[in-house]
């Protein structure tokens, strides 16, 4: 048996460290400590496998939208490892550009796989207008036109995520 389990929580290095998220606000990325790192022990989504997993670049069904339509993220994960492995494949969205404060990145979706060693298997996501879609200074829930970022890995940690962009138009 190989564990498939993921953190559904970031754990802190340190107490100093309380309430850490993976989807915080951009405004307090620039934080640091004055003794120790100001990164997580371990990042929301990271588990850990007796195998390893490998992502390729995702690719776009389109590059650019409008408003209302749908785009489809596809991304090949290959089991690189001697065994076989269940892996939980995360998909992420941000908002590039919007007229308030979001997240830096958002959890929108995921797909449990289950891959034999060497064998790859290509997974797909739907980001769909409501996946889009926020509340605005109004409390309207809404859509503005600009640069959408998908990343797509095995965990929140920035650098276990590929990354590929979009534009939604009026």
């Known amino acids: 048996m190989n564990p498939g389990g993921k953190l559904p929580l970031t754990i802190p290095r340190h107490v100093g460290q309380l309430q850490m998220t993976y989807n915080r606000k951009n405004t307090l990325s620039s934080f640091s400590y004055a003794f120790g790192e100001s990164t997580p022990l371990y990042e929301f989504g990271y588990g850990l496998s007796y195998t390893e997993f490998t992502y390729g670049v995702p690719e776009l069904s389109r590059e650019?939208?409008?408003?209302?339509?749908?785009?489809?993220?596809?991304?090949?994960?290959?089991?690189?490892?001697?065994?076989?492995?269940?892996?939980?494949?995360?998909?992420?969205?941000?908002?590039?550009?919007?007229?308030?404060?979001?997240?830096?990145?958002?959890?929108k979706d995921f797909r449990r796989i289950s891959l034999q060693p060497g064998e790859s298997r290509?997974?797909?996501?739907?980001?769909?207008?409501?996946?889009?879609?926020?509340?605005?200074?109004?409390?309207?829930?809404?859509?503005?036109?600009?640069?959408?970022?998908?990343?797509?890995?095995?965990?929140?940690?920035?650098?276990?995520?590929?990354?590929?962009?979009?534009?939604?138009?009026?």
């Open 122 to 170: 290509e997974v797909l996501f739907t980001i769909t207008p409501d996946m889009m879609a926020f509340y605005d200074r109004s409390m309207k829930r809404v859509i503005e036109p600009g640069s959408f970022t998908v990343l797509v890995g095995s965990s929140s940690r920035n650098e276990d995520l590929q990354r590929v962009t979009y534009v939604v138009k009026k």
């Open 64 to 107: 650019e939208i409008r408003m209302g339509e749908s785009v489809t993220v596809k991304i090949t994960v290959t089991n690189s490892g001697d065994r076989a492995g269940d892996e939980v494949v995360q998909c992420y969205l941000r908002d590039d550009y919007s007229s308030v404060t979001r997240s830096v990145k958002e959890l």
